[in-house]
């Protein structure tokens, strides 16, 4: 369905719950199950009828959000505000919620049942355009609406920009657990209502992955018949300190990264290499690669990548790592954080092995990586000449 049907679509309802109706949006049956609307949270004691009788969700996301007091919580598609209802409870007074919808008059309902909450906000626009400003939220939930995009990786791209560093996705959703042929779908659709632009696990999971998500995980909690389950997604945005962010490294990044590159080379601690490749070759080669930047600046401070140590099957999930940070960022803890970001993506995508070499005199390599589950399994000595001198390397590894 497209993004203006959808809308007109949810628009309609939010009318209809204006005017004192209960609305459903897909098979009643589904509600009387518990899977959608309201039955899906334990206690709602306290919150406005209205906003129970709109509940269009098919989960519960704040129970899984794990919410803080103090915490700012952002609710993609927020309809009738129930969710943005719980959140502001769980956050307190010095937290805040936002809903974000793209129905003006959902926006009216849920203002409707906010009336007299302080610590809420409803914003009118689409969440592939989320109107906050870059890290404003630590928290991003959402309910049964991802579904609905018709442009999910802006959705996701755009959870990942507002999402401070360390923050965490919960998301409520519908998806399918193998491809649905077009009977399947029509029927799925018809009883759950919202399946027409549901993803399969493997395509979200890697779709997360993709964004620069770690420690994805997909929780299949109610089977509605054909593949289509409702599931809960959660992710978590890589942490690193107070304005400095990580995330999937992009073409443009190519001069800062490759300029760290050769700085690294330069000390002559770090590899054999002497000059840094082409961003041609580097791109070509590289997988799981990862920036650490200023919020501020947008400057690349750091990187980490991969290559495949094989194309023979038996190897798939044996990587070979490196990681660089600009000599001037040195000892603030952006080389461990951007392995650690680099260890769950690996992990995520189902690596096995993360591998490397590491010349003895290099002790700060060394310790960052034991320290973070790499053992040494050999010494190669003497194995190549660097600027004329014979050296050994520390092979290293770390299984998952
Ligand atoms: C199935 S309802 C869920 C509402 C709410 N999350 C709940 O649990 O009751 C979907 C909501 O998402 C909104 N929506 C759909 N697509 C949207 C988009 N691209 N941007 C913003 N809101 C959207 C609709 O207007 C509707 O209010």
Request: aromatic letters at 6%; proline letters at 4%; a negative charge.
């Amino acid at each position: 369905m497209a993004h203006d049907e959808v809308v007109d679509r949810y628009s309609g309802l939010a009318r209809a719950a204006l005017s004192g109706e209960k609305i459903v949006d897909c098979d009643p049956g589904e509600f009387d199950q518990g899977c959608f609307g309201a039955a899906a949270y334990d206690d709602t004691t306290g919150l406005p009828q209205g906003a129970l009788n709109a509940s269009l969700g098919c989960g519960n996301p704040v129970a899984v959000a794990e919410l803080r007091e103090g915490e700012t919580v952002l609710d993609l598609g927020s309809g009738g505000g129930i969710d943005v209802l719980l959140s502001a409870r769980r956050v307190g007074p010095y937290g805040k919620a936002y809903g974000i919808d793209a129905s003006q008059d959902m926006i009216d309902l849920a203002r409707r049942h906010a009336e007299g909450v302080p610590n809420v906000e409803f914003l009118h626009g689409t969440i592939e355009h989320i109107p906050l400003d870059d890290q404003a939220v630590n928290v991003v939930i959402s309910n049964c609406v991802v579904n609905l995009s018709d442009d999910k990786p802006a959705v996701l791209a755009e959870a990942f920009r507002v999402l401070r560093p360390g923050g965490r996705l919960g998301i409520s959703d519908v998806v399918t657990v193998s491809p649905l042929d077009p009977v399947q779908r029509a029927a799925a659709e018809q009883r759950v209502g919202c399946v027409a632009g549901s993803l399969e696990v493997e395509e979200y999971r890697e779709l997360l992955h993709r964004t620069g998500f770690i420690g994805g995980k997909i929780t299949l909690t109610a089977d509605h018949g054909d593949g289509v389950h409702s599931a809960i997604v959660q992710a978590a945005k890589p942490a690193i300190g107070p304005g400095l962010e990580i995330r999937p490294m992009r073409d443009a990044d190519a001069d800062q990264v490759l300029a760290i590159y050769q700085a690294g080379l330069d000390t002559g601690q770090a590899s054999f290499e002497t000059v840094a490749p082409s961003w041609e070759g580097f791109a070509a080669s590289r997988i799981l690669r990862y920036v650490a930047v200023d919020t501020e600046t947008d400057q690349v401070v750091g990187w980490v990548a991969a290559t495949r140590v094989s194309s023979r099957p038996v190897y798939s999930g044996v990587v070979e790592h490196s990681v660089y940070v600009h000599p001037g960022c040195q000892a603030h803890g952006i080389g461990r954080a951007l392995m650690t970001a680099f260890i769950g993506a690996a992990e995520d995508a189902g690596i096995w092995t993360i591998q490397s070499g590491v010349f003895p005199e290099n002790a700060a390599s060394l310790s960052l990586h034991q320290a973070l589950g790499f053992r040494i399994v050999g010494t190669r000595e003497r194995i190549g000449q660097h600027h004329g001198t014979w050296r050994d390397v520390l092979l290293i590894e770390r299984r998952s």
